[in-house]
């Protein structure tokens, strides 16, 4: 599987990657074996990139991912997870402050973006997956906490990176807008991007695309389906994990029109598209079964008319600054 560079750092990542929030139960409670046998598969199929994070089933995903990378040579793989929450044990009547994860362990995740939670977090995420470094480290979703992130979170980071706990650094987001901020602001490696740059979404052309292309930097894309309107535009679909606008709807069903015109998938259109853009270093794609992720693979390699991206242009159904496959700007 062909593998790039995370921007200037030594870090190669295979351009798919495997995400791990299904495998930590995401709306839906997912078997070991199951978890076992997606990732197997992954592997199988030649991915060597795995994303994940406290977050995801409150530990159970870095666990699950852990049971399976300490089998293989640790060069032969690049991981990456996160720091920003730290997991703390359920007592009593301590409610979670979200319901998305099913069947996972009795833990609670806290915001916490402080340089010694930070050292705190990749310790416990060490422990949980049973390794002794990670590839890529993320700080996840500091919506609410930028200055915490900036001046806390990051002098963390760039030590782990100097003393070669983590090879690359970067932060993992579903804006643009505060990425593009910390890009302007700091030396990250890259960032992880959800649902921001897709068939429906182009903003990250405004701000982020272009301070990381004069920056050096790389963005690694998750989301590419929107979280499912991009998959299977029927009515009711999600975008962002909400039902979807009539707009948006109405947007995605017309792709998934000229898709068929063309012969092709709207699954396959919407992940290449996301690779096409030069500073995009890879994607993750969820999974939560064998089956999941070996169709996301062969989706990335159906071959694609020339003539749907042309036609995407001429229609104007994505932003004209769009790079798109064998097509000229």
Known sequence: MPCARLGRSAVEITRLGLGSAPLGG???PVSDADAEATIERAWALGIRYFDTAPLYGYGLAEQRLGRFLRTKPRDSFVLSTKVGRLLRRIRGDDPRPDRLYKGTPPERAVFDFSHDAVLRSVEESLERLDLDRVDILYIHDPDEHYEAALKGAFPALERLRREKVVGAIGAGMNQHEMLARFAAAAPFDGFLLAGRYTL???????DLFPVCAERGMGIVLGGVYNSGILADPRAGATFDYR????????RAQRLKVLCREHGIELKAAAIQFAL???????AVL???????????VTLAAQ???????HALRRQSLVDPRTPLPGVNA
């Not at 096409?276 to 890879?282: F, N, R």
């Open 26 to 28: 995401l709306f839906e």
């Open 200 to 206: 429906l979404d182009q903003g990250a052309l405004q």
């Open 243 to 250: 039902e979807a606008s009539a707009d948006l709807l109405a």
């Open 276 to 282: 096409a853009h030069s500073v995009v270093t890879g």
């Open 286 to 296: 969820g999974a939560r079964a064998p089956a999941e992720i070996e169709e996301s």
């Open 303 to 309: 071959p694609i008319p020339v003539g749907f991206w």
